[in-house]
Every structure is written in C-alpha cells, then in structure tokens.
C-alpha cells in the first residue's frame, strides 16, 4: 500500500512543560534539515505531533532517515480521513486489506481526542471492526494477541489511521541541553560514547589528539571517518586535530613510565578544556568504561578527572564491551574502529601501567614539568587544526567566528 502520510511522535521532550513548545519547533527544524533530500516532503506540526507529507516520496526511504533524528521517540506511516463515521469506516478497510501479507486476525483500537465526534472510542471500535469483517471473510478478531492492530486517532481536524509503529532514536532533539567536547580517539568506545551524548541533546566538538610521525596519516583520517559518521546523526561537527607529539615525548622523560598513561590523559583534559573555552562547550565526554584498561579504573578515573574543572560525562562507564561494540555496530562506526591503525593513546603504553596512581606523587611530577609544559600545552593549543564535517561528505577548515550551530 502506498502511504500519503508519516505521523512523528515526539520523545523525552514531552515532559518539559513550559518549554514544550520551543522543544518541537527545535525538533520540528532538526527534522526538516535531516529530510532535506527529499524535496518532495511538507509538514504539517501538531501539539505532540509531526506530519509528514510524502508527495510521492518513497516511504522506506524516508522512515530510514527519520529513525535515526534524535528526539523522535517513534514514527508510522498513516492515512487520513474526513472526520465522519463512513469515511474512517472506508480507510480501515483499505489500509486492512492493502496489507502484505495479509493478516488473520485483527483488533481496532480508537482513540477519540477530539470530544465532540458523535461516537465514542467504544461505540467506534464496533462500528469500525464490525466494517472490516463483514469485507473481509477471512479476518478473525482477536483482541488479546491480534497479528495486527488498527489505530484510529480521532483530532479535532482530521483522523489518522495506521497499523505499524516504528521505533526511532529517542531522546532529546540535538542542541537542547547545550554544547560538550568529545574526546575522540581512533577505538570502538569514544564513538559510542557520542552518539549517547547527541542522543541526550548535546552538540558535540570532537577533539582527537595525533603524534605524528609516531602515528600515521591513516590514523588521522580513521578518526576523521568516525567523526564523520557522528556528523550523519548531527548534521555537521566540528572536529579539532591536536598534535600532541612534543608533549607525549615530555612526559616520556619524567622517568615514571607506569605513570605515563596518567600524566597523558590529565594533559589531554587540560587541552581540551581550553579548547572548549573558545567555544563555550560546557562538559568533556569520555569513552571511560569502568575497569576496562588500566585508565578506567576507579582510582585511575579519580586522578586523571581532577586534571578537569569542567564536568566529565562518562556514558560508557556501567557499560561491558560486548555491549558496547553492539552500539557501535548498530550505529555504523565498528568496522572502521577496528581497523588497524595507532593512535597516540596506545604509544609508550608501559608494561605495568599504574592502576591505581598517587595523586601527590602526579602533582610533584606535574610541578616538575612547570612552565615548560605550560607553553607546550599552550602551542598545542594554537596549532590545532579545526574541520567541519558534514553530514554530506563535505569537510574544510573551520572559520574562526562560526560559533552558532542552530
């Protein structure tokens, strides 16, 4: 059967009173940018509610894209009738007898919001069902396991029929709880870990950090792959290169190799929380997962965290790996975090990294380093190079005044 309608339920947003109505016109605009190649589409936005009209665009095409926008809890494709008894009674029976393969039983459910139809919710589930199997011999009714159950909601201004409901993102629309830098690194984790914090309405800055020539061009354009599947969710992200090759080599000459991994990630904190100064991000993400590596455990996550004055968000952290590399599969970002190409996170990794580091004994060594460091950090920092990427395909290097995202 060919569909003339989308109906888009919204998600979490519905409990955010007051602010509801700014929350679906933020979702109603990420929709409408999100469908964009379809030319055909027009909308139609009711309380709680979004139409999509196909005009002739391939349903299947258009219910891909819009399960993977974020703040769309579920969505199905619909008919419309007029808002009288003989005209529901036709579409229920259409849309039953235009389904493949042809369904045994069936229930109706209706829903009247709109008070003022002369039948009730009651009285139309009768008169509709009864409808359907006197044109349909073979159709049963079965109201406890049903193969298929038609909805009929009844509004003030028309009435929308559908069989199928299709589950979507979820979440919050993108943008809605403000602006976070992703620590992005070439693995299966970090990637994961910005889907979830898009899906909670965050924008994200990815900042990954390379040693070049102790890491390869391939390395840099692997995390630029992830980052660019990230934007397909986004739209666009901005994504800062750091190069992080004479700090990394400073730390290695402290003498305190079981260390490294430590003092490394504290620097990388420190780094990024500039960079968010610049751009008014608000929280670092992190692909930490509680007792994965030798960084991630408690007493690793407490010494590197309070390199941050920023609030670390740690989706991952109750998450096992199989778990994890299930999202990044579903996602989309697996097969190229598995490939095998270094990124400075598994350089200098010593034999027995420090599991559980001593804070004090950090500081000392951090102290040491002193202002050396501080300018290391700082030209780090001002060469970073920052792209934008699409969700087209299409990167360049950022323009400095480009801060407004939506």
Known sequence: MEYELIMVRFGEITIKGKNRHRFESLLAYQIKTALKSFPALTYEKTLGRLYIRLNGESYGLVGDRVKD???????????????????????????????????????????????????????????????????????????????VELKIDIQHENTYLYCEVEKAAGGFPLGMNGKAMLLLSGGIDSPVAGWMAMRKGLVLEAVHFHSYPFTSEQAKEKVITLAQRLAYYSGKIKIHLVP??????????????????????????????????????LAIVTGDSLGQVASQTLGSMNVIGRAAALPLLRPLVMMDKIDIIKYAETIGTFETSILPFEDCCTLFVPKNPAINPDLDLVERIEAHLGEEMDQLVDKAVQETETLILREEGISQKAEQKEDEWF
């Open 69 to 147: 926008i974020f703040g769309v809890l579920s969505f199905s494709p619909v008919v419309k009738a007029e808002q009288s008894l003989d005209a529901i009674r036709d579409s229920a029976l259409e849309l039953i007898s235009g389904l493949t393969p042809a369904p045994k039983t069936f229930k109706v459910s209706v829903k009247r919001a709109w008070k003022q139809f002369p039948h009730d919710s009651v009285e139309m589930n009768h008169l509709v069902g009864s409808h359907v199997l006197r044109n349909t011999p073979d159709l049963k009714v079965n109201v406890r396991n049903p193969e």
């Open 244 to 281: 992080f090759t004479e700090v990394q080599t400073k730390l290695t000459q402290t003498g305190h190799d079981s260390l490294i991994i430590t003092l490394m990630r504290r620097y990388m904190l420190r780094i990024t929380e500039k960079l968010a100064e610049q751009t008014g991000a």
